[in-house]
């Protein structure tokens, strides 16, 4: 006796439907996974693509980078493809030709990213040295300044969120002029580091306060004092906060631009006021001022893709409490 | 001071009088010292006496001078009190010095005019300013984009929540989507303005231009009509900033228990209902936080206007920071242009007061 086996279990109809609900959310969800990153990732492809363009290239809208050698026959390859050259990186002194010489317009670049930099780094850090040690004493000792308690000071240094630059934008240019202090590079950290102060001391505030208190608690019975347990015991644990708090200045004060732009004339312009200042002048030349802006947001993109996970956790402190 | 802290520390100080009394003369010291250094610099000023001073560096130094003496003071004075004040008094003196100062210092420019380009100086010119600032149509034009742009961040903060809620499911290369979607935060808004405003929206070679050829569109220009050019305005700063909001409402949506939303799942809620119901209420929190702190970037947009439209056509893209940017740079009259910032930041004050409040209300436990 030969049965057939019977098929026991076997999809129901109701189940097949939510099978063909669920591929289709998939579907759907990487489809919109993927033309969201198009859309954030494109500017950036254009520009890196654009800077290896010439005038041809670009009016003719050609998208691909690609070795002339290998290009296939044909209108359609031709309204794709275009041979890269190094004209744009040229302009900036950046290019494989030009790096042996000596180049004026390197040199200004140069000077330019050196500033940034200084001022980015500086200020970062002085922002993150200052918050830091306000954040801890605000989580963990009670003060009275007058009549200011601990919320009313973290308020008050919150608060700064608030003041928009413009305020303090002519006040400061007036002042700095009296100062000497116009067109400096540290006229700017100044400024720089006030404007991320409030963000380093509300992500470093929200850092300490998961650190238990008995920690210090221990080491100061063994010994320590309350600095010698906040820089041995607390720094080291509180780090990765530091460093997404660091990060998050350091993106913020490379892309400023409006202090700088104010405050700065020849000496101390950050790459953004050099950028901007090109903008206008360039016309269609629009390989050299793809490599410039490309050059100038590239430290950015780097730091981006390595260090991500600070720069989340940075901005995810506070928003879960 | 010590009853309640968090951290309880047992301390002994025995501070002695000569102690006490050397840290107060270090601080009335370099108090006076910077007296006597502003006074000096005032009298030549003045024209009483020239000391050969070109600047007010001297002041300056004088008062970081006075700074460090008062931070010393506390631990000489204060003893283990001291030094719990030492956390906080160098960043609580920094804020201070770099804002309280420069804006009672605005209100004096505020009343006044001066051209800094001219020898004049400044001149007490009362409430002119103000009267100017009352008949001038552009600024209140420029306030009135102010609340169109803020009115955007609603739209910007469905997509973020939208994309939040699908990097938060179950997708593969999660760290690769959350990177590329991360990346506009990162670059420079004038190098934006460049790549995107000026090349990629460029009417005749731009690629967006010609997408919107191939789509039918016969003569795209982005920056022509007054709502148009808005428009484009904040879907730029929408691109840099929705990936702002959506890191934040992402941490928030990662830290609801999986159980709630298991449990309504057993319960028989779909996905649209138990959205509504069990996901969204316990985001409002994290939605107002996100919400707050991206109308207070908002409020500061300016660099993406100055280099792509700066303000154009006839002001519709103006935000205020633009418009006194562009004030300046062509007057360069400091005194009006101080006015409507302050004017600004007293606005800006009320309407977050109000928001706040609000969002209090909004965030409080329902009972």
Redesign the interface.
Same mark, same amino acid.
């Given at each position: 006796m030969t049965e057939t086996p019977v098929q026991i279990f076997r999809d129901s109809e109701a189940d097949r439907g939510f099978r063909m609900k669920w591929w289709a959310s998939r579907v759907a969800?990487?489809g919109?996974?993927v033309f969201?990153?198009v859309?954030?990732?494109f500017?950036?492809y254009?520009?890196a693509t654009?800077s290896f363009k010439m005038a041809p290239n670009?009016?003719q809208?050609q998208?691909i980078p690609f070795p002339p050698a290998w290009t296939p026959e044909g209108d359609w390859a031709k309204s794709l493809f275009y041979a890269p050259k190094w004209k744009g990186w040229e302009s900036i002194g950046l290019s494989p030709q030009t790096l042996q010489q000596e180049s004026t317009v390197r040199a200004e670049f140069l000077k330019r990213f050196a500033n940034s930099a200084i001022v980015a780094l500086v200020s970062s850090t002085l922002a993150v040295v200052?918050?830091a040690?306000?954040a801890?004493?605000?989580?963990?000792?009670?003060?009275?300044?007058g009549w200011m308690k601990n919320d009313d000071?973290l308020f008050?240094?919150l608060s700064?969120?608030?003041?928009?630059?413009?305020?303090?934008?002519?006040?400061?240019?007036?002042?700095y002029?009296?100062?000497?202090l116009l067109d400096t590079r540290i006229g700017l950290i100044?400024?720089y580091?006030?404007s991320v102060?409030p963000i380093v &001391?509300w992500i470093m505030k929200d850092q300490f306060e998961t650190i238990p208190?008995e920690l210090?608690?221990a080491a100061?019975v063994d010994g320590l004092?309350?600095?010698g347990a906040?820089l041995t015991i607390i720094v080291p644990i509180a780090l990765p906060g530091m460093v997404a708090a660091f990060i998050l200045s350091l993106?913020l004060t490379?892309?400023e631009?409006?202090f700088a732009?104010?405050l700065t004339s020849t000496h101390a312009n950050t790459?953004?006021?050099m950028?901007?200042s090109q903008?206008g002048s360039q016309g269609?030349n629009?390989w050299s001022?793809?490599a410039l802006?490309f050059a100038?947001?590239l430290p950015?993109?780097v &730091?981006?893709?390595v260090l991500?996970r600070f720069? &989340?956790k940075g901005?995810?402190a506070?928003?879960?409490? | 001071?010590?009853?309640?802290?968090?951290?309880?520390?047992v301390t002994s100080d025995e501070i002695s009088d000569s102690r006490r009394r050397f840290g107060g003369l270090l601080v009335w010291g370099a108090a006076g010292l910077m007296a006597l250094v502003a006074l000096a610099q005032a009298a030549q000023i003045l024209g009483w006496r020239d000391f050969g001073f070109?600047?007010?560096?001297p002041t300056?130094y004088a008062y970081c001078l006075w700074a460090t003496a008062l931070c010393w003071a506390q631990v000489i004075t204060r003893g283990?009190h001291g030094?719990?004040?030492?956390? @906080?008094l160098?960043?609580?003196l920094?804020?201070i010095s770099?804002?309280v100062f420069?804006?009672l210092?605005?209100l004096i420019?505020a009343f006044s005019s001066?051209n800094?380009s001219s020898l004049d100086g400044r001149q007490f010119n009362g409430v002119d300013n103000l009267v100017q600032m009352w008949g001038d149509a552009f600024y209140w034009n420029a306030l009135g984009n102010m609340v169109i742009y803020v009115a955007a961040i609603l739209v910007e903060y469905a997509i973020a929540f939208?994309?939040a809620l699908?990097l938060a499911?179950q997708?593969r290369a999660r760290?690769f989507?959350?990177?590329?979607?991360?990346?506009?935060?990162?670059?420079?808004? @004038?190098?934006?303005?460049?790549?995107?405003g000026?090349?990629?929206l460029e009417a005749?070679?731009g690629?967006l231009a010609?997408l919107a050829r191939a789509l039918g569109v016969d003569n795209p220009s982005f920056f022509e009509s007054p709502w148009m050019a808005k428009l484009t305005i904040m879907v730029l700063d929408a691109?840099t900033f929705i990936?702002?909001m959506m890191?934040?409402?992402?941490?928030?949506l990662q830290?609801i228990p999986k159980e709630l939303q298991e449990a309504s799942k057993v319960d028989g809620a779909t996905g649209w209902k138990s959205f509504w119901e069990i996901t969204f209420p316990l985001m409002l929190?994290?939605s107002v936080?996100?919400i707050l702190?991206r109308i207070?970037f908002k409020?500061?947009l300016?660099?993406i206007v100055?280099?792509v439209t700066s303000g154009g056509p006839g002001g519709a893209t103006d935000t205020?920071?633009s418009f006194?940017?562009r004030e300046?740079r062509e007057r360069s009259n @400091?005194g009006y242009?101080?006015m409507l910032?302050?004017v600004?930041?007293v606005l800006? @004050?009320i309407a977050?007061t109000f928001l706040m409040k609000f969002a209090n209300r909004l965030t409080r436990p329902r009972t």
């Open positions: 969800i990487y919109v996974l969201w990153a859309i954030c990732l500017p950036i254009w520009t654009t670009v009016m809208g998208m200052l918050g040690m306000a801890y004493g605000l989580s963990r000792f009670r003060y009275k300044f000071i008050f240094f700064q969120l608030i003041l928009p630059p413009v305020v303090l934008a002519l006040p400061f240019l007036v002042l002029k009296e100062l000497a100044l400024l580091t006030l102060l &001391i208190t210090e608690e100061l004092s309350i600095w906040f993106v490379w892309n631009y409006f732009a104010l790459l953004p006021v950028v901007a903008t269609i629009w001022m793809a802006s100038a947001i950015l993109i &730091i981006g893709i991500e720069i &989340i901005m995810a506070g928003a879960v409490k | 001071m010590s009853g309640n802290d968090q951290l309880h520390v070109t600047n007010w560096r300056l283990e030094k719990r004040t030492l956390f @906080v160098p960043a609580a920094f804020v770099l804002t420069p804006l210092f605005g420019i001066w800094l939208g994309l699908i499911g997708i760290k989507w959350r990177v590329a979607f991360l990346m506009p935060l990162m670059l420079s808004p @004038v190098a934006v303005s460049w790549m995107v000026k090349s990629m005749r070679f690629p010609r691109w990936p702002f890191i934040m409402l992402l941490a928030g830290a929190p994290v936080t996100a702190i207070i409020l500061k300016a660099d100055i280099n205020v920071t006194i940017f300046y @400091v242009g101080t910032a302050m600004y930041l800006i @004050v977050m």
